[in-house]
């Protein structure tokens, strides 16, 4: 089973990923109590930046850049998410009653997960949620789940 470890503030974000993991029928082992120096998860999930080490290792980190980021090592495959548009995951289109929004990758992440966008309608809560769904529906086209799936869920 692959192993994610998420940095967060808000226990509601640990919810709304083990939510949508399950959705999207990921088997994914999330930590976030205590991340172990010695190990290198598969997933990264930096949605805060209180108490954290200097150095991440990850195959995959995944940085929310709406929030301030300290000087930190980052080894393995750097993906941002967040409002901006800059980041490598954002969201555009966001219908103001909060009832759909536009996935979109504006860079390679991988061979298979090339730019391009999803359009979702799924209501949200607030960006929390929001986030949730950058960081899960982006690790589900890494684990190669299906673009149909994501749509349908």
């Given at each position: 089973?692959?192993?994610?470890?998420?940095?967060?503030?808000?226990?509601?974000?640990?919810?709304?990923?083990?939510?949508?993991?399950?959705?999207?029928?990921?088997?994914?082992?999330?930590?976030?109590?205590?991340?172990?120096?010695?190990?290198?998860?598969?997933?990264?999930?930096?949605?805060?930046?209180?108490?954290?080490?200097?150095?991440?290792?990850?195959?995959?980190?995944?940085?929310?850049?709406?929030?301030?980021?300290?000087?930190?090592?980052?080894?393995g495959n750097l993906?941002?998410?967040?409002?901006g548009n800059k980041?490598?995951?954002?969201?555009?289109?966001?219908?103001?009653?909060?009832?759909?929004?536009?996935?979109?990758?504006q860079r390679y992440?991988?061979?298979?997960?090339?730019?391009?966008?999803?359009?979702?309608?799924?209501?949200?809560?607030?960006?929390?949620?929001?986030?949730?769904?950058?960081?899960?529906?982006?690790?589900?086209?890494?684990?190669?789940?299906?673009?149909?799936?994501?749509?349908?869920?």
């Amino acid at each position: 089973m692959k192993k994610a470890f998420v940095i967060h503030n808000n226990e509601e974000f640990i919810g709304f990923l083990n939510k949508n993991f399950n959705l999207l029928d990921i088997n994914l082992s999330i930590e976030y109590k205590e991340m172990s120096q010695n190990f290198t998860y598969d997933y990264i999930i930096v949605n805060n930046m209180s108490e954290i080490a200097e150095e991440l290792k990850g195959n995959y980190i995944l940085v929310n850049m709406d929030m301030e980021i300290d000087n930190i090592l980052f080894r393995g495959n750097l993906i941002t998410y967040g409002l901006g548009n800059k980041n490598t995951v954002t969201l555009s289109s966001m219908a103001e009653d909060k009832g759909s929004f536009v996935y979109c990758v504006q860079r390679y992440i991988t061979e298979d997960v090339v730019p391009g966008e999803i359009p979702i309608t799924k209501s949200f809560k607030d960006n929390y949620e929001l986030y949730a769904f950058m960081v899960s529906i982006t690790v589900g086209l890494i684990e190669g789940v299906n673009i149909e799936k994501i749509y349908k869920k």
